[in-house]
């Protein structure tokens, strides 16, 4: 019993899922139903097996009970309607030797009542539409004793049109309370609906709408108006998007230098130059000062501040005069510093002028000085060598000797290959044996 309600469960859930689109619930309908009642058939498979029923065991129409019953439907789904039916019947009920009660040798009125659900494997559309039974009953019999039952089966259902349908079918009640007894129902019945089924008004729709005007790029103007219709835009540019003539990623409508590319920062134009310098600001450490770009932008520098710059400066770590680029006048007279034919003793006047340089690189202390020494043709190159470094070497040492630091003095000498004068005469010769001061460049 068990597995018959399993299989009808099962079967139910699978019918439901033929859901359809299209309602074809079935309306609310009063039907007549004419059955039999089979006693006999149940008893035999319980007491044996349903071959035994099916061979030559099933009950002949002889052996059942007629009856009547009146039914009401409704459509819960498509697939599902709700249905309950009260019968009566007359007969000697069967009553189980569990119950205690003997069958009674005449025939008593037997009143059954049941409710459950038709699961229509098809919707009423067909012609022909299988379907499953179940859902739970109760009865009286002789007006003394009650029971219920599960009642269990299958039907079909046959349209013919405007709601109407013939029905049959055979339901196993199976017993639930003591006085019930297993048996089989077989009934055919009619159905007509309750109230006339009234074809829907139907209502003729409204006119479409005349379609709206194409907007491809959806930015509000129709491609009538839009002359880039693919691509959004602004009324103010017919449907285009706002112009970028310089193409720096900047619209016209927000770019201060539409025809020149620039940078979001200084609002589309490009970095600025305010000293003109051609090195623009973010890069010019001197911003408001023309210059050069090897110097970022400021001018050429003039280290000491002598008005000479630094790169016309001989002397940039020294004040100076532009006459002597950038170096400082030494204000004494070298001429006068020289010697004697072969000599390196100072002169007394050259003592004197080496005084005022002394002066000189006091007052500058960052000049430093070359002291190159000379002579005049007289005796051997080598001869003349060795003696103009040697004089070079004893006017270093007196500027020494007056407080001036050695390494602000080189000696050098250049023997006789440097003359200022003529060789060929004594005045000349003179003038060649001297020491002449150059300014280092720092």
């Not at 000085?369 to 002579?375: A, F, N, S, W």
Request: net charge negative; proline share 8%.
């Amino acid at each position: 019993m068990k597995k018959i309600l399993f299989f009808t469960v099962v079967m139910g859930l699978s019918a439901i899922s033929f859901a359809q689109t299209t309602s074809y619930k079935k309306m609310p309908s009063l039907g007549i139903n004419f059955f039999l009642q089979d006693f006999k058939t149940p008893s035999l498979i319980n007491s044996s097996s349903l071959s035994s029923a099916l061979n030559g065991g099933w009950a002949k129409l002889s052996d059942m009970n007629a009856g009547i019953s009146l039914q009401y439907m409704n459509g819960l789904t498509d697939h599902v309607d709700f249905t309950t039916s009260f019968g009566a019947s007359g007969l000697s009920y069967p009553f189980r030797a569990s119950s205690g009660i003997s069958s009674p040798s005449n025939s008593k009125l037997l009143l059954e009542w049941d409710a459950g659900v038709n699961i229509k494997l098809l919707t009423d559309k067909y012609f022909l539409v299988p379907y499953l039974n179940t859902g739970l009953g109760a009865s009286m019999y002789g007006a003394t004793y009650f029971a219920a039952f599960i009642p269990i089966g299958a039907g079909l259902q046959m349209n013919l049109g405007e709601g109407a349908f013939i029905h049959t079918q055979m339901n196993y009640r199976s017993q639930v309370s003591p006085l019930s007894t297993n048996h089989i129902n077989y009934s055919i019945g009619f159905s007509i609906p309750v109230k006339e089924n009234k074809p829907p008004v139907v209502v003729a729709p409204p006119p479409p709408p005349p379609p709206a005007p194409l907007d491809t790029d959806g930015d509000g103007i129709i491609d009538t108006n839009d002359k880039c219709p693919t691509v959004p835009g602004v009324a103010k540019y017919q449907g285009c998007p706002v112009p970028d003539t310089d193409g720096d990623g900047i619209n016209d409508d927000n770019d201060k230098c539409p025809t020149v590319k620039g940078l979001a920062k200084y609002e589309g134009c490009p970095i600025p130059d305010t000293d003109k310098d051609g090195i623009n600001d973010e890069e010019d450490k001197c911003p408001t000062v023309p210059g050069l770009a090897r110097y970022q932008g400021c001018p050429i520098p003039d280290t000491d501040g002598d008005g000479v710059n630094d790169e016309e400066d001989k002397c940039p770590h020294v004040k100076g005069t532009a006459a002597l680029f950038g170096c400082p006048s030494l204000n004494f007279k070298a001429a006068d510093i020289n010697f004697d034919n072969s000599s390196t003793e100072l002169t007394k006047v050259s003592k004197t002028e080496l005084d005022k340089g002394v002066k000189v690189l006091t007052e500058n202390p960052e000049l430093k000085l070359y002291v190159e020494g000379h002579t005049s043709s007289t005796g051997t190159a080598k001869l003349n060598d060795k003696l103009s470094l040697d004089r070079a070497n004893i006017v270093k040492a007196y500027l020494v000797k007056k407080g001036i630091a050695p390494n602000r003095l080189t000696a050098t000498g250049f023997g006789s290959s440097k003359p200022i004068a003529d060789n060929k005469t004594k005045e000349g010769q003179k003038l060649n044996r001297r020491v002449e001061f150059k300014v280092q460049e720092n």
